[in-house]
C-alpha cells in the first residue's frame, strides 16, 4: 500500500530556514516525478516544486531561489529546503507524485511568525 509522509515543519521567525522531508512506503518512489504541494488557509492547494526521477526539478515562481528540492532513491525520500522564509509560506506541506497518484499524508505544518 502507498503511503507517503511528511516531516520536519515548525514555527520559524520570517528570514528562517527549514527542511522537510517526505518518506515514501516502497520503491515506486524511484519511478516517478515527486513534487512538494502546500495549502495556505482559505486557499487550494498549490505544487511549488517537483523533482524527476534524474533529478530534474522545477519549481513554482513564488518560491523560485528560495526552495530547493532534492530526493535520496535509494532511501525512498524527497527533501524540501526552504529559505528565506516569509508569511506568505505558512501553510501545511505535502508530497505526492506530480500526477498526485498517492494517497495524501497528514502534511507538515509550515508556519512564520515572529
Known amino acids: 500500500q502507498v503511503q507517503l509522509a511528511e516531516f520536519g515543519g515548525g514555527l520559524v521567525q520570517p528570514g528562517g530556514s527549514l527542511r522537510l522531508s517526505c518518506v515514501a512506503s516502497g520503491s515506486f518512489f524511484r519511478l516517478y516525478t515527486m513534487a512538494w504541494y502546500r495549502q495556505a488557509p482559505g486557499k487550494e492547494r498549490e505544487l511549488v516544486a517537483a523533482?524527476?526521477?534524474?533529478?530534474?526539478?522545477d519549481y513554482a515562481d513564488s518560491v523560485k531561489d528560495r526552495f530547493t528540492i532534492s530526493r535520496d532513491n535509494a532511501k525512498f525520500t524527497a527533501y524540501l529546503q526552504i529559505n528565506k522564509l516569509n508569511p506568505e509560506d505558512t501553510a501545511v506541506y505535502y508530497c505526492n507524485t506530480r500526477e498526485k497518484l498517492g494517497p495524501w499524508g497528514q502534511g507538515t505544518q509550515v508556519t512564520i511568525s515572529s
Open positions: 523533482i524527476t526521477p534524474l533529478g530534474s526539478t
